[in-house]
């Protein structure tokens, strides 16, 4: 079993920037891709960026050169660098784990069905 911790969320200004962490624990999900997803009231979720068990990245159009997503070397922890922040980056944001093997494309590893393993979430607030 795969536990998602989220942390890091908060309220900012436009123009502005914040760093999630997902501290996750368990077995199984270091050989899988991990993932951020964010979900507005009324919306589906939807996936922000990824990462597989090679570095390999993919991330939404909406957030292209402004958000980045790592790990630390043990893949215990996920991040999510979000620089130049947008009010329609409002949402609540969670980690995901247990995703596809590789990500061979910038459009891969971002469906929710993808993934198996979910946090709780913690919510961003960009406003001014």
């Known amino acids: 079993q795969v536990q998602l911790v989220e942390s890091g969320g908060g309220s900012v200004q436009p123009g502005g920037s914040l760093r999630l962490s997902c501290a996750a624990s368990?077995?199984?999900?270091?050989?899988?891709?991990m993932a951020w997803f964010r979900q507005t009231p009324g919306k589906e979720r939807e996936g922000v960026v990824a990462?597989?068990?090679?570095?390999?990245?993919s991330r939404a159009d909406s957030v292209k050169g402004r958000f980045t997503i790592s790990t630390d070397k043990d893949r215990n922890t996920l991040y999510l660098q979000m620089n130049n922040l947008k009010p329609e980056d409002t949402g609540m944001y969670y980690c995901?784990?247990?995703?596809?093997?590789?990500?061979?494309?910038?459009?891969?590893?971002?469906?929710?069905?993808?993934?198996?393993?979910w946090g709780q979430g913690t919510q961003v607030t960009v406003s001014s």
């Open positions: 995901a784990a247990m995703g596809p093997l590789f990500i061979s494309s910038f459009s891969e590893g971002l469906a929710e069905n993808e993934y198996k393993a």
């Open positions: 990462i597989d068990i090679d570095g390999m990245t």
């Open positions: 368990g077995s199984g999900y270091k050989q899988h891709s």
